[in-house]
């Protein structure tokens, strides 16, 4: 039976769960999912907002989701105005501010269906008070809204917010597992598939969007990566700060892209949406911008976190266990020999500069950095001039 519960990869129980409880109608309005990240929490979530919101209902012909009409469509697309999705607003969490903007949100009446679906992630950073202002809509939501929060782990989450919402495990999925679930779901060989998972911080969902991404953009980006980090052992301070701009730049490209789909829906909408509600769709589509910017700067930094990890299989004589095979004769050239500990070292370089990104330092100040840390230790190789 496919439905809208077949695109929860590697998570069987949860799939039965889920499906199971929409088809008897035992949906409540708070759910917590949990689990780690990249078990595939926001893919499950948004699963549960289409066989919930599909008009076909869940007796329909394909088990409650035809995913085929269009607020289905717009559902998967992550475009539906009735379905929202948050994220903490601050460095350390949600804004007691966000939150209540949020509860005064779940007051209005939908837009275009006849349910509202808040998916707030990253739960674990909801702190005491923004936890308070949250609590009473938690427990008595309005009769059209679904509450579905992710987090980390249960004892990440305060217990108030756990002890009012059904609790949803996932499992962490092991990195052969994910590979060989990518691999099925694109038709890229194993060994792609792996290096796809490496680069999205060891999300499949993302893994998946990685490889499918249009014009193989992102595996473009990737090679590109690779050969500038190779050719850092010949760069001067110039090629390094101008290499990390270029990068910060091809990181935002293909947003025009996403900007022009976001502009095409907003005029195909405007005329039976009120004004209200076309702002709040303007407000959401810089949101999901902003996000897709970070997104791309993680795998930036995500790749050079693996090709690091490799340069320190090689110093270490096991170039077997390299995960970029496609670069593997780059990375004996380089790290043959080298300094292990220096390595190692380098690798929580690029920790800090994602800190430094979460923190919205400038993206080129935070690259150049990381790109300046890196030759040194291309440099401390041994393989120079
Ligand atoms: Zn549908």
């Not at 108030?160 to 099925?184: K, L, Y």
């Amino acid at each position: 039976m496919a439905d809208a519960f077949e695109n929860i990869l590697g998570q069987p129980k949860v799939r039965e769960f889920l499906r199971a409880s929409v088809v008897s109608e035992r949906v409540t309005q708070a759910y917590l999912f949990v689990g780690p990240a990249g078990s595939n929490k926001t893919q499950a979530a948004y699963a549960l907002a289409q066989a919930l919101m599909c008009p076909k209902g869940p007796r329909g012909p394909r088990g409650g989701s035809c995913g085929a009409c269009d607020r289905c469509g717009r559902i998967l697309r992550r475009k539906h105005p009735d379905v929202r999705y948050f994220a903490p607003a601050g460095a350390n969490g949600y804004l007691v501010e966000q939150v209540r903007e949020i509860v005064a949100d779940t007051a209005l009446s939908p837009i275009q269906a006849d349910k509202k679906i808040y998916i707030l992630d990253r739960v674990d950073q909801l702190g005491a008070s923004a936890a308070n202002a949250f609590l009473k809509t938690l427990e008595e939501p309005a009769d059209d809204v679904v509450m579905i929060l992710l987090g980390r782990t249960r004892e990440s989450v305060l217990p108030t917010i756990v002890s009012r919402c059904q609790v949803v495990p996932f499992r962490h999925i092991p990195a052969s597992e994910a590979a060989g679930i990518v691999a099925q779901n694109t038709g890229a060989d194993p060994a792609q598939a792996r290096q796809a998972i490496e680069a999205c911080g060891g999300s499949i969902t993302s893994a998946v969007a990685f490889l499918r991404a249009p014009g193989s953009e992102r595996l473009a980006f990737r090679t590109r990566l690779f050969s500038d980090l190779a050719m850092l052992q010949r760069a001067d301070d110039w090629d390094v700060v101008e290499m990390a701009r270029a990068l910060v730049e091809a990181s935002k490209a293909p947003l025009d892209e996403v900007r022009a789909s976001q502009e095409a829906e907003l005029a195909e909408n405007a005329d039976f949406l009120a004004k209200s509600a076309i702002r709040q769709i303007e407000a959401r589509n810089k949101r999901q911008l902003s996000a897709k910017t970070s997104e791309y700067l993680r795998q930036t930094t995500a790749m050079v976190r693996s090709w690091l990890r490799d340069g320190l299989m090689v110093a270490c004589g096991t170039p077997e266990l390299v995960i970029n095979t496609d670069v593997r004769d780059s990375l004996v050239a380089l790290f043959s020999g080298a300094d292990a500990a220096v390595i190692a070292a380098a690798c929580s370089k690029v920790d800090e500069c994602e800190r430094a990104l979460a923190y919205n330092v400038s993206p080129e100040t935070c690259l150049d950095t990381l790109l300046f840390d890196v030759r040194e230790v291309v440099h401390g190789s041994g393989r120079t001039d």
